[in-house]
């Protein structure tokens, strides 16, 4: 069974119903279970939990401190190309937006990468638009073996591929995949997807686990919370979590709390999260899923990213840019989302300090994926 | 119904029994009788199969149960495979309980052998239930081949000590995608209620019945434990207040 069946009996109906039955006595009993049940996790995403949201929180922490001690990951984003044929209308790449449009030689991607390689980075996230033809597998390929020396993993968040293109990935050098569903609500993402191939829901759907067949070592899913109500949008991406964690054992399985943001388009959120939604989210899935990565990008403000860290997130960025080649430009032109906390790396560093984390730059080794000194 | 599916087979009951140990087979039949059971383990080595009037068979009403071959005596996968063809030459429908214990002294079964005839009775056609110890890993990789269950131990065969793999066999059921039935070491209903409260699919009981003066009554008193297990388990058991440890508010900034 993919997960498509699975998520296909899971109607939106169904789960809000789940989400609206459950009162105190529901959110008590999910606060008691070891481990929760898909019941508990509606209930802890219920209007009802949000009287428990401090007990929810100390609940995450300690069991964030248990499992990953009081360390933080860093990482940084590399757009290698805004070129997109698709219409996300929430999108700064969106290709009806007029913007300067480019897809970094693969020199430009060494000289970005060994920037971030300076700045301490060891673990990369490559993005692109889709755009079919022009920015593909084997130019992606070769972007990884370029920069293979400077970063000990590297993690890809662009187009879906087919089994045999995430193994090609494997190959090359990715330990880490990400897909964003954007919205698990069928109807609404028809709407917010126009035209492109990006209309692929079910396609879109089983990508983590042809990567996951493909044998990636995490995998990273997430909604992009403020398209569709984020309580029910939270239980479909536990839902996924835990199909993938069951189905994929080998591989660890990240989570990421993406807000939209400004963009290019001027799109408002249509179904705004607040932050002690974004909260109630995070210790959610922190206590369905204890040992996964829980991932913050920069989109959050600072102040905001400084308390959200010890309810659970164990993956962060820093100084981000969202535009292709943004790294080595004075001004940023043309990015995919206006990100918000601006600090550089070594001002989160202190930050982390100052707050009692240690800040790892590096957790792991290519060696595992190398087999040229064999 | 709430009812218990085994590669797409369902069954009414979710307490399987064992057939070896009893000091009679009048006994065993009423203990069967007494269990509600639809599955019964038989230990193939001590069963003549190509004798319809084997004493043992005898006494189960092949219609009522689901006879589940087991290959109790294995000591290493080949013999095992061997013990399952045999059985399934004879006319026996091709589910196997898998054990591999080559250990006489405590029976615990081997990993690594039963992973093994695992891997080859499923490519053979066989529905195979492994029994193992309560290994996590060992679990998904047995899933991974296409075992239809899982059956980890709840403390070793024979000894009446209860679900003493407790945290390990709460792992497995937490991943697993096939049902999980605790088998051996279950030495009262309360241990089976407790299996089943952990969210445990099934238990298989044998030396809890085979060694009480009255079988047939300790049968029914598991199939009450069983059934009250499995109800509590889908109430959701009340919460054991878990006292927040006294620290800062960490929800604070949002009314800042
Ligand atoms: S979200 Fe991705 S696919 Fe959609 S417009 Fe933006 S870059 Fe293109």
């Known amino acids: 069974m993919t997960f498509l069946n699975e998520f296909n009996q899971w109607t939106p109906e169904r789960v809000q119903q789940l989400i609206d039955a459950a009162g105190p006595a529901q959110v008590e009993q999910a606060l008691a279970n070891e481990h929760l049940r898909l019941m508990d996790l509606a209930a802890l995403l219920s209007p009802a ?4 949201l401090e007990q929810l929180a100390q609940r995450a922490h300690r069991l964030t401190q248990q499992r990953f001690g ?12 805004n070129l997109c044929c698709n219409s996300c209308l929430y999108c700064g790449f969106n290709a009806d937006n007029q913007m300067e449009r480019r897809t970094l030689s693969l020199d430009e991607v060494e000289a970005e990468a060994r920037i971030l390689h300076e700045r301490g980075f060891r673990h990369i996230q490559l993005l692109t638009g889709e755009a ?23 993690s890809i968040e662009v187009y879906p591929m087919d089994e045999c293109g995430y193994a090609q990935m494997v190959a090359a050098g990715v330990d880490n995949l990400t897909v964003y569903q954007e919205t698990y609500e069928r109807s609404l ?30 995998i990273g899913i997430g909604a992009l919370l403020g398209l569709s109500d984020w309580r029910k949008e939270g239980f479909y991406v536990g839902l996924h979590a835990r ?25 408002k959120p249509l179904a705004p999260v607040s932050d002690a939604a974004l909260v109630q989210l995070i210790c959610v899935m922190r206590l369905l899923m204890p040992d996964s990565a829980l991932v913050l990008s920069t989109r959050e403000s600072a102040s905001l990213r400084d308390h959200l860290l010890p309810l659970g997130i164990t993956q962060i960025s820093a100084g981000s840019s969202t535009s292709p080649g943004g790294y080595g430009q004075q001004a940023e032109s043309s990015q995919q989302f206006a990100i918000d906390d601006d600090r550089d790396a070594e001002e989160i560093c202190s930050m982390l300090r100052a707050q009692g984390y240690d800040p790892v730059f590096k957790d792991w080794d290519r060696a595992f994926l190398d087999n040229s000194n064999r | 119904m709430d009812k218990l599916t085994i590669a797409g087979r369902s069954f009414a009951s979710r307490l399987m029994v064992g057939t070896g140990k009893f000091a009679s087979n009048e006994l065993m039949a ?26 043992l068979l005898a006494h189960i ?21 061997r013990l399952a063809r045999l059985a399934r030459a004879a006319g026996c429908e091709p589910w196997v309980k898998l054990e591999v214990t080559p250990d006489p002294y405590y029976l615990l079964p ?58 390990s066999i709460a792992i497995i059921i937490e991943q697993a995608i096939v049902p999980v039935v605790v088998d051996a070491g279950l030495g009262a209903p309360s241990h089976a209620a407790e299996a089943m409260e952990m969210g445990a699919d099934a238990v298989l009981v044998n030396t809890a019945l085979a060694v009480t003066p009255d079988p047939a009554r300790m049968a029914a008193a598991f199939a009450k434990g069983v059934e009250a297990g499995r109800e509590a388990y889908l109430a959701g058991l009340g919460a054991i207040k878990d006292q927040a440890e006294a620290s800062s508010p960490l929800t604070g900034f949002l009314r800042d």
């Open chain 1, 49 to 52: 939990a949000e009287g428990y």
């Open chain 1, 70 to 81: 009081k360390t933080i990951q860093l990482y940084a984003p590399l757009y290698l190309s």
């Open chain 1, 132 to 154: 079919p033809g022009a920015v593909e597998n084997a130019y992606l390929a070769a972007a990884v073996q370029k920069i293979r020396p400077f970063f000990s993993s590297i």
């Open chain 1, 189 to 218: 993402y028809d709407e917010l997807h126009p035209y492109g191939p990006k209309r692929d829901f079910d396609w879109r759907l089983n990508a983590a686990e042809r990567g996951g067949s493909a044998g990636l070592r995490s």
């Open chain 1, 243 to 267: 199909y993938l964690a069951k189905h994929f054992w080998r591989s660890r399985i990240n989570i990421s709390f993406p807000r939209l943001r400004p963009a290019d388009g001027g799109f």
């Open chain 2, 30 to 55: 009423a203990a069967l009788n007494a269990s509600g059971s639809d599955i019964v383990t038989v230990a193939l080595r001590r069963v003549d199969i190509d004798k319809p009037d084997d004493d």
């Open chain 2, 61 to 81: 009403d092949r219609d009522r149960f689901l006879l589940l071959p087991n290959t109790s005596g294995a000591r290493d996968a080949e013999e095992a495979v």
């Open chain 2, 110 to 167: 081997d990993p690594i052998e039963t992973l093994k005839a695992a891997e080859i009775l499923v490519k053979d056609g066989f529905t195979v239930l492994p029994y193992i110890n309560a290994d996590p890993v060992l679990a998904k990789h047995l899933q991974e081949v296409g075992t239809a269950t899982v059956m980890p131990l709840g403390a070793p065969i024979g000894t009446n000590k209860g679900v003493r793999t407790r945290d």
